[in-house]
């Protein structure tokens, strides 16, 4: 057993978090991350309207009795959907966790505070991670330049975010961005994480609702294959390499590229294309640089389990053993 601050918080068995999902984070995933013992996130977004998320997660609980969570990412567009009205649908439901991202969590905590909602806020520095602590939520995912989604502009890899800001908070700190497996949570342990939060490991298992062809690529990806997007609209997103992304990192090339030049080619139907029917140079579709640590499709069950023991014979083990 591997008991941290972040298990005791969440009343998890394992210090595994399944970061929220665009169009991943469905709930026969999220149920069975939690009776695997991490601790499964629905995405709020990913349902069309806040009676869906409602539905979704009454769909959730009668998979799992377990602890589960839901994102709710809040990012500047031209059209926002009806954030207030997620957040209550969240606490309607009775959810006691939610993973908040994009923007400070700050205009809902007195609503999650109310209902005994615990926020873990996803944030790629330190100093917003200092303001989300200041705001009153009980954890904080650091989420380093590797992950999938947005790393920020920062550019920290978790080498060095993580021990950064697990020393500055009092809040416990979940490392989040190129965590993969056992190796990955041992590191991130002795760098003061409490737990680690995974998207891409977790496209890859048998219970994400998305095409086979995408996990099937997944496994035969390496190191190279992630392409940093958005760079120059500063509002970087790492997403996989392909010929659609390769397209919006050339036009981008230019130097006066502005989002309209790419608007067709990122829309967000497109990659719900890819997830839906496996054509894979259909649009986006986000992954960080772990994806080159995915060497199978395991259930949860089985890639957590292993994750996990793998993780104690390492540290019972090689740990040891280096030790003169
Ligand atoms: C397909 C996909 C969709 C994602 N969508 C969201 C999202 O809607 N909101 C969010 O906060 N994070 C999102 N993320 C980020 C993950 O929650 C997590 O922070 C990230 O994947 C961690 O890095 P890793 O991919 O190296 O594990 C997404 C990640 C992936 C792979």
Known sequence: MLKTRITDLFGIEHPVIQGGMQWVGYAELVSAVSNAGALGILTALTQPTPEDLTKEIARTREMTDKPFGVNLTVLPTINPPPYEEYAQAIVGSGVKIVETAGRSPEPFMELFKEYDVKVIHKCTSVRHALKAQS?????????????????????????????????????????????????????????????????????????????????????????????????????????????????????????????????????????????????????????????????DVPSCQEMVSRLVSDAEKIIDGRLQSVKA
């Open 135 to 295: 705001v009153g939520v009980s954890a904080i995912t650091i989420d380093g330049f590797e992950c999938a989604g947005h790393p920020g502009e920062d550019d920290i890899p978790s080498l060095v975010l993580l021990p950064q800001a697990a020393e500055a908070l009092d809040v416990p700190v979940a490392g989040c961005g190129g965590f993969s497996d056992a190796k990955s949570l041992v590191a991130a342990l002795a760098l003061g994480g409490e737990a680690i939060v995974m998207g891409t490991r977790f496209m890859a298992t048998k219970e994400a609702g998305i095409h086979q062809n995408v996990k099937d690529k997944m496994t035969e990806a390496n190191e190279l294959s992630t392409n940093l997007m958005f760079r120059t609209m500063h509002n970087t997103a790492r997403v996989f390499k392909n010929s659609i992304s390769d397209q919006v990192v050339e036009i981008e090339s230019s130097g006066s590229a502005t989002f309209e030049d790419v608007k067709d080619l990122v829309a967000g139907q497109r990659g719900r294309v890819v997830f839906e029917e496996g054509d894979l140079e259909h649009g986006i579709w986000s992954a960080g640089i772990s994806v080159a640590r995915v060497k």
